[in-house]
């Protein structure tokens, strides 16, 4: 990955944060979805929220917190754009060291989005949501 990220042009990208997120996702397909395992449990845990969302709207509020997710979507300018990448390219090289650079990183991962689940009132046994964005 830290090539892709030097040289995108050799791998047909643009440096646009929509296709490095496409090339990575079929990274991930051609790895037997095993490449990203995990990533948008650590993800949800760092973002402190968005559980119902993809890992790549999760990269993108690290990097933009406040700031719509229509950018995500949509084509940036260039300067978020550039935090954007960065942000993916840190978070990803971030994950894989926790996931394969500890013993148990996998589980120790699963372990911590657990925890953080445990913590949600709207995850627990028996609450009945209230229809006020709970």
Do not use: K
């Not at 095993?34 to 709207?57: H, P, Q």
């Not at 509020?61 to 700031?67: C, I, T, V, W």
């Not at 060291?97 to 913590?119: K, V």
């Amino acid at each position: 990955m830290e090539d892709v990220r030097r040289r995108p042009g050799a791998y047909g990208l643009d440096g646009s944060y929509r296709l490095f997120t496409t090339y990575i996702a079929g990274f991930h397909a051609g790895s037997g979805h095993t490449f990203l395992d995990g990533f948008r449990e650590w993800l949800v845990v760092r973002v402190d929220g968005g559980d119902n969302l993809v890992w790549e709207a999760l990269v993108f509020m690290l990097a933009l917190p406040g700031e719509s997710l229509r950018f995500c979507r949509d084509r940036m300018d260039d300067e978020r754009n550039t935090v954007v990448v960065r942000t993916l390219f840190d978070t990803l090289e971030g994950f894989l060291d926790d996931r394969d650079g500890r013993p148990a990183g996998r589980d120790m991962i699963r372990a911590d989005y657990e925890q953080w689940l445990s913590r949600q009132s709207w995850s627990r046994p028996g609450h009945r949501p209230s229809g006020r964005g709970e």
